[in-house]
């Protein structure tokens, strides 16, 4: 119903913000991430997911697609709600959270209030071929995803950074240009590359 909200941000805490919309204030759950990203600015650009039960509406806000996209992917796995998806994504940013997935990282995971061991589990196994897949759909090829490189590392950062929205040329040349022995800091250093060439 809402893909965004754009307006004037009329309150802001580590959990929710307001966004004044031509005189009506839209409040949104959001993570601690996107209250980092927007807290001191005026105007602002929330993307929207909206949450409808049989006995309430509610409305969060991120802000950026990367962030409300992995929100949808986490909600889409059995027995992760709306709460606990906004404290994964408060504990570690989109790509953190891809490459922790990528990687079979569970424990990285439980680091976010109310996430247990078996949730952090089923997130990485529900999610790991979604992740995987999407970052193809996002490339534009009509083939599968083949690694351009044999190290397992390389492979997911390349994968993280396709799923982030990164065609495969860039991203691989991005991996080629790095050097870590974990995919969450080859992600890091990559997307640090990435933004020097915008």
């Given at each position: ?23 009506v204030g839209y ?38 697609e990367d962030e ?74 009509d083939s599968a ?54």
């Amino acid at each position: 119903m809402y893909y965004y909200l754009k307006g004037e941000l009329a309150l802001a805490e580590e959990d929710v913000a307001v966004v004044d919309c031509g005189g009506v204030g839209y409040k949104c759950s959001i993570s601690r991430n996107t209250y980092l990203a927007i807290r001191e600015k005026t105007e602002i650009k929330l993307f929207t997911y909206l949450s409808v039960k049989e006995d309430s509406m509610d409305l969060f806000g991120f802000s950026s697609e990367d962030e409300r996209r992995m929100f949808i992917l986490l909600i889409s796995v059995s027995g992760v709600g709306p709460k606990a998806a906004l404290s994964v994504l408060s504990e570690m940013t989109s790509s953190e959270l891809a490459a922790a997935v990528l990687s079979s990282n569970a424990k990285r995971i439980t680091a976010a209030q109310g996430v247990g061991p078996k949730m952090a589990q089923r997130i990485c196994l529900e999610l790991k071929d979604k992740i995987s897949k999407f970052g193809t759909e996002v490339s534009g090829e009509d083939s599968a995803y083949i690694p351009f490189a044999a190290s397992g590392v390389a492979e997911e950062a390349v994968s993280v950074l396709m799923a982030l929205g990164y065609n495969k040329s860039d991203s691989e040349a991005a991996v080629r240009k790095c050097s870590a022995e974990n995919t969450e800091d080859l992600v890091r250093q990559a997307l640090r590359y990435l933004s020097r060439l915008i």
